[in-house]
């Protein structure tokens, strides 16, 4: 399919490394985030969560961190595997969204992942 | 699958005609979100709609207009194209609509002006 985001940052590792995607969120007083995997040709992919209470957040071979005061948010891929490839793209919920589910996407990394 | 459909997959047109994309929520959500994705703007929230009720605007141009139906499934409507709608547009869905709710996107609509 058609590659979105042809400039993206991308990162590439090796087939079973462990893998770190790192995002800047813009709004210090965000509440939730959110990681998405996106394939080529599909629709953005929930992986994982983290409210802003909590720090760190495991899913299965996922971890996300959130450091609240560089405003910053990582996700952790181990043991990568060649079916991780994709865009991932984090996505925060700012203050004050009227009630309703507002979501900032930031612009996304592509993870290249080599046997 | 996420459960959320939408058709169709490619939609190819001409300068200034109008086109209707076409979202199904997953079973249960009340709630539907449209983005536009293009290559040098990421994900951009176009609209949300709330069991019939329109419930947020974003980025969303005056050209384009949506609608949920009773049955819950939504239609955007993209009138007066021109060659910078040419993208991809996504439906997602949730239960409520509440914040901090996971939503779930489908597929997509890849939309070509030619």
């Known amino acids: 399919g058609e590659s979105v985001g042809l400039h993206l940052p991308t990162l590439s590792v090796q087939e079973g490394d462990n893998s770190i995607i790192n995002c800047a969120y813009s709004n210090s007083a965000s509440d939730y985030f959110i990681w998405y995997k996106q394939e080529s040709g599909k629709g953005p992919q929930f992986i994982i969560d983290?409210?802003?209470?909590?720090d760190k957040r495991q899913g299965q071979r996922v971890t996300v961190l959130l450091n609240k005061t560089v405003k910053h948010l990582s996700l952790q891929i181990a043991a990568t595997q060649p079916g991780d490839s994709a865009v991932y793209f984090c996505a925060e919920t700012p203050p004050f969204s009227g009630g309703y589910n507002k979501l900032i996407f930031g612009a996304g990394t592509r993870l290249a992942v080599h046997p | 699958d996420s459960g959320v459909t939408q058709t169709p997959k490619h939609l190819i047109t001409a300068t200034g005609q109008r086109v209707t994309l076409r979202c199904s929520p997953r079973s249960g959500d009340l709630s539907v979100y449209w983005y536009q994705q293009s290559l040098d703007q990421g994900l951009q929230f176009l609209i949300q709609y709330y069991n019939g009720e329109e419930r947020a605007k974003g980025n969303i141009l005056e050209r384009f207009s949506a609608q949920q139906f009773p049955d819950l499934h939504s239609e955007l409507n993209l009138s007066s194209l021109e060659l910078g709608d040419s993208a991809l547009y996504f439906c997602a869905s949730s239960p409520r609509g509440a914040p901090r709710e996971t939503q779930y996107f489908g597929p997509g609509t890849r939309l070509l002006v030619l």
């Open positions: 983290i409210r802003s209470n909590m």
